[in-house]
């Protein structure tokens, strides 16, 4: 959820203010088409024991990754669908596509499911997600709010609601997939006259969020995997050159800070040995 508005800040602070541009219905059509084939193709990694991106890498990389997360290092890497070998391209809009997994030493799925679904008490992710709530819960399926807050040349807020779904996957697997269904770009925020900008006809920093959570318990520990999938406007052609440098750099450092503070959080409320907190402080600051 950070990795959008860390892009965000990005375009606000170069190009504020941004003007209006409308989510058209071949983006909006193109962006559901490459989902589809996103879970489709995570539906195929659980038949084939690709849990995790890092599973259908060829050993012994996959098992150096392994090691190296176990040591409290983050693997990240950028993804892109593709169809018949041809990248699935999306008229008029950007995708943002990431996988990022951590490893949470002494943690359960009970103790990491604490924290990723407090959602009427999300303080592990302020200040980028300012508010939560949860709207409702039937069985294993939620829906909540959540309003994303950023501020770096030009404040940035959103408010989103997303459907969440549960899934245990045998005795030791968990996902949890979040599906927006409603994001509003919030206009003149904290002042009297707040308002919501119609959805689709805004500046266009966020108008999609997917991301699905993946967890194992294993090793002495929690492996966990989040997937996000998100939808912006075109970086304006005459920035290209100097922005799309760092619309690949952004996402990494930013889904890396959503997992270290999910894992700090775990380890915070689980109160694991002093040399686990030693090991994850050691991550944050390398």
């Known amino acids: 959820m950070e990795l959008l508005l860390l892009l965000a ?42 849990f995790f991106a890092i599973d259908a890498i060829p050993e012994p990389r996959r098992r150096a990754i392994y090691s190296q997360l176990q040591r409290g290092e983050i693997f990240i890497e ?24 951590i490893f949470i030493p002494h943690a359960t799925i009970s103790d990491t499911l604490a924290v990723l679904e407090a959602y009427d008490n999300q303080d592990t992710y302020k200040p980028l997600i300012r508010h939560s709530k949860l709207i409702e819960r039937n069985g294993e399926d939620s829906r909540i709010f959540l309003q994303f807050f950023n501020t770096s040349g030009t404040t940035v807020v959103e ?5 969440a779904t549960d899934t245990r996957i045998g005795t030791t697997r968990y996902q949890i997939a979040c599906r927006s269904t409603r994001i509003a770009e919030v206009e003149k925020p904290d002042t009297p006259d707040e308002h919501e900008l119609p959805v689709g006809h805004d500046r266009g920093y966020m108008w999609r969020l997917d991301t699905y959570w993946r967890l194992e318990e294993k090793d002495g520990g929690v492996y966990l995997q989040n997937e996000s999938v998100a939808l912006t406007r075109t970086v304006p052609i005459l920035l290209a050159w100097f922005l799309n440098p760092l619309v690949k750099s952004i996402p990494r450092n930013a889904i890396a800070s959503l997992l270290i503070s999910t894992r700090r959080g775990v380890l915070k409320s689980a109160q694991p040995p002093k040399e686990s907190l030693l090991r994850d402080a050691f ?4």
């Open 78 to 101: 950028p993804l892109r669908m593709r169809e018949d070998n041809e990248s699935l391209h999306v008229p008029s809009g950007m995708v943002h596509h990431w996988a990022g997994i």
């Open 9 to 50: 800040s990005i375009l606000a602070g170069i190009a504020a203010p941004a003007p209006a541009v409308e989510l058209k219905a071949e983006t909006a059509a193109a962006y559901d088409q490459y989902l589809h084939a996103t879970e489709a193709r995570m539906e195929d990694d659980v038949r084939t024991d690709h």
């Open 283 to 286: 991550a944050i600051s390398g």
């Open 159 to 163: 408010n989103a609601e997303l459907d």
